[in-house]
């Protein structure tokens, strides 16, 4: 079954460490992004990367870091830096702007609600 | 930079009854998509229907089709016959060659 996974579905960390979100996709998509969602703020985007080794920042990157080593796999770190971490965060992937096809719509993993105590 | 605005927070409408959400978005491009996303309770991101900006005819899925004004840059969402399934917080989105990019949410209550 192709699709796209986040682990783990609730994460509970203390104020003051990092934290690592896992997202893997066996959809052979070259995009994949990372978005925050909060009450009343929609789907913020943090993060975004079209091929290996690369990456964009989001509107609202600081506090985040994230690696793409590999095509299958966008993990998002939530730094210490990151003044209001609690959130759920949705990732995605997407065919990419390598297809002819253009840039279409975004696959979703489950999400993982993070809560900093 | 692009951006989407959906100026509608809440909605109601009675079950069986059509209901229109709003979006509006800005661009300087001429080729992109635009999505509209359902979220229901369990929180699982559901593409509702999808339009590419080059085609003036708007796409239609069942019962819910838009309307799509490219000059006004307008892109709303009808959901006809209203059902109880269909209360959730609906997104819309727009896509260009580098990212995609969604809107606030509208959170659609069916009235039985």
């Known amino acids: 079954d192709g699709g796209i996974t986040q682990s783990p579905k609730y994460l509970f960390r203390k104020e003051g460490q990092n934290v690592t979100l896992s997202c893997e996709q066996n959809l052979n998509h070259d995009a994949m992004y990372w978005y925050r969602q909060d009450p009343g703020q929609g789907l913020r985007l943090i993060y975004y990367s079209q091929i290996v080794n690369d990456f964009q920042k989001g509107d609202i990157a600081e506090g985040y870091s994230v690696s793409r080593e590999k095509k299958e796999s966008f993990p998002l770190t939530v730094t210490s830096a990151q003044k209001n971490p609690t959130a759920f965060y949705l990732c995605a992937s997407s065919i990419g702007i390598g297809d002819p096809r253009g840039n279409t719509e975004a696959f979703f993993g489950q999400g993982t609600r993070l809560t900093v105590v | 930079a692009q951006t989407v605005t959906q100026s509608q927070p809440e909605m109601s409408v009675q079950e069986a009854e059509t209901v229109t959400l709003s979006c509006t978005y800005d661009t300087s491009e001429s080729d992109y998509y635009l999505f509209w996303y359902k979220q229901p309770p369990s929180r699982q991101m559901i593409l509702v229907i999808r339009?590419?900006?080059?085609?003036?005819q708007n796409a239609t899925e069942n019962r819910f089709s838009v309307n799509f004004q490219k000059a006004a840059k307008s892109f709303s969402l009808k959901i006809s016959d209203s059902q109880l399934g269909d209360a959730a917080m609906y997104f819309c989105a727009y896509s260009n060659d580098d990212k995609i990019i969604f809107g606030k949410g509208t959170r659609l209550h069916i009235l039985p």
């Open positions: 339009q590419e900006a080059y085609k003036q």
